[in-house]
């Protein structure tokens, strides 16, 4: 009933096939002694299976219009009024003097004190009230329900 041979040889084309589609013809199965079958069973899946091709190198760029925009002139940076820098140095200067002095640990006098928070105020104040009351810029308002 059961024959060893017999289940050697269909063991062995089990063992063959291992990883290939199955043949219903015995005469379609390739060669026994192909060596090439053996390595693409089982080679490395990681490794690719050709080397990838060179990049051919570039010496100019992809496109043609290079160097096509060039911006405009930044205008000048306002200067301001002395009155205006003296406002913008009490409300951002004074903090930060205020906190180097506190750092080096000095204890300046209160009148010293009150003079800087008068500066820090006044300046908020003067700068708050040149403010532009209207947006009108030239640009749209947006959307006005």
């Known amino acids: 009933m059961n024959d060893p041979d017999r289940t050697d040889e269909e063991f062995r ?3 063959e096939g291992y990883g290939e589609r ?3 013809d015995p005469e379609d199965d390739p060669p026994a002694d ?3 079958r053996l ?3 089982f080679r490395d899946p990681l490794r690719p299976a050709s080397p990838p091709p060179a990049e051919p190198a570039r010496a100019e760029p992809e496109w043609d219009d290079e160097d096509t925009f060039v911006p405009p002139e930044a205008p000048p940076v306002p200067h301001g009024t002395r009155l205006q820098r003296a406002a913008w140095f009490g409300l951002l200067g004074v903090p ?3 906190l180097v002095v506190l750092m080096l ?3 300046p006098p209160m009148f010293v004190l009150g003079c800087l928070a008068a500066w820090f105020l006044g300046g908020a104040g ?3 009230t040149k403010m532009r009351r209207n947006d009108d810029d030239g640009w749209d308002s947006g959307a006005v329900v």
């Open 96 to 98: 930060a003097l205020l």
């Open 105 to 107: 640990g000095m204890r």
């Open 34 to 36: 192909d060596p090439e």
């Open 13 to 15: 084309r089990i063992i």
């Open 39 to 41: 390595r693409r069973l």
């Open 126 to 128: 003067y700068l708050f």
């Open 22 to 24: 199955a043949r219903l």
